[in-house]
């Protein structure tokens, strides 16, 4: 059997490898020059670590990331509002997308590799599966489902960046007045950290002027990194299915959700050993993505109305007392409620 992926992003070629195990015969199209991946950091929930797992490239991931337990959530001000439990709770991996896109290229052949393919239409490829990984601005998507509507401005903008340190922090998340901060530190030192802000898409701001007031290290961090990358955040309203005949939707083109629970890439490495997991049938995909994908699309955007978007003073007041008188493994039930995912029996 033999499938074409489109896209070679984190979740076509952790695709590629997936189906690879299962005995298929892969092509992965990139429109890109090269294959590669920008961005800053990304949290390896453990969800997606198994999938790595299964995949043969977790070990690799855990040398490239760090994996920690302590951290938690913090107010803009520097006070701990909830601690990651530290008993009982699987690690995160803190990593670069780079890193974790580089695990994945090197767990493939060069020669199913084809960059600078750009695919127009599904009618050029000759396979018996196509897995679209276009991407949120999916063409595949738009050509099989020319009704559904396509992505929409959610409201947000975030900064992205790689400090170089060295630092020595815990992972933690940070919720102020209508924005949060992220920090992920890598295991060199260096630390990935994310801002993100409520604003009309395209607003002309400075991030640092917006977070000067914002508890240390964010000021230093966002001071020292030398390339500051901008993103305006998108969703993917819900669609009605995941599939078309022999093609399936994967990763950002299937449920591009906002990144308040930092699951996106975690829901495409899921898409993709499900995939195989189904044995590349599209109805089986169906059945097992869209309910899962679609509830952490919701819980992504239940997480910002309680974090990104809470603006006024009471109502941040009233969250922050809220997170300090849960337990801790409620308090952070947000970061960790999809964590329990297993891979699912796989083909004989
Ligand atoms: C600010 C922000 C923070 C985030 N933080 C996290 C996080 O902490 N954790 C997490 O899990 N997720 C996070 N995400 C989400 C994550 O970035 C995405 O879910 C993930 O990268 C999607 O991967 P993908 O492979 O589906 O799509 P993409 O990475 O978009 O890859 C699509 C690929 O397809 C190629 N392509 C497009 N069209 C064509 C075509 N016609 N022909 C051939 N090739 C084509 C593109 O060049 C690209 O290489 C975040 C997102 C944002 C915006």
Redo the contacts with the bound molecule.
């Keep these: 059997m033999k499938a074409i992926v489109?896209?070679?992003?984190?979740?076509?070629?952790?695709t590629a490898v997936s189906l690879r195990r299962v005995g298929w015969e892969v092509q992965v199209?990139?429109?890109?020059a090269e294959?590669g991946?920008v961005?800053a950091?990304?949290?390896?929930?453990p969800n997606?670590l198994r999938a790595l797992e299964w995949m043969g490239v977790a070990d690799e991931a855990r040398r490239l990331g760090t994996s920690r337990v302590s951290g938690g959530i913090k107010a803009s001000e520097g006070r701990w509002l909830a601690h990651l439990p530290e008993v009982g709770q699987e690690k995160i991996i803190a990593m670069h997308?780079a890193d974790l896109h580089g695990v994945l290229l090197r767990a493939l052949p060069p020669e199913i590799l084809f960059n600078n393919?750009?695919?127009?239409s599904v009618q050029e490829l000759d396979a018996d599966l196509v897995v679209a990984?276009?991407?949120?601005?999916?063409?595949?998507r738009a050509e099989l489902l020319p009704d559904a509507p396509g992505p929409v401005y959610a409201g947000a903008t975030?900064w992205?960046g790689v400090a170089p340190g060295p630092f020595d922090l815990p992972i933690s998340q940070t919720l102020g007045p209508g924005g949060e901060a992220?920090i992920?530190p890598l295991a060199d030192g260096r630390v990935c950290w994310?801002v993100?802000t409520v604003a009309p898409a395209h607003a002309d701001l400075d991030p640092a002027e917006l977070f000067a007031g914002w508890h240390e290290p964010i000021p230093t961090l966002m001071a020292t990194t030398p390339d500051i990358l901008r993103?305006d955040?998108y969703e993917l309203p819900l669609l009605p299915t995941f599939v078309s005949g022999r093609v399936v939707l994967?990763?950002?083109?299937a449920h591009?959700?906002v990144?308040y629970m930092?699951?996106?890439?975690?829901?495409?490495l899921e898409d993709a050993v499900t995939l195989a997991a189904v044995d590349g049938d599209p109805a089986r995909y169906d059945a097992a993505r869209r309910p899962r994908a679609q509830a952490v699309w919701k819980a992504s955007r239940m997480a910002g109305k309680f974090g990104i978007e809470v603006r006024s003073p009471l109502a941040l007041a009233v969250r922050n007392f809220a997170l300090r008188a849960m337990p801790g493994q409620v308090a952070v039930r947000g970061m960790t409620r999809f964590s329990a995912w297993q891979v699912p029996a796989m083909p004989r």
Aim: glycine share 22%; aromatic share 4%; charged share 20%.
């Design positions: 489109v896209g070679g992003g984190i979740g076509g070629l952790a199209l990139e429109r890109a294959f991946e961005g950091g990304i949290g390896v929930m997606a997308r393919v750009e695919v127009r990984a276009d991407g949120i601005n999916s063409r595949l975030a992205r992220g992920l994310y993100s993103h955040i994967l990763g950002d083109a591009a959700m990144p930092g699951q996106g890439a975690c829901m495409a």
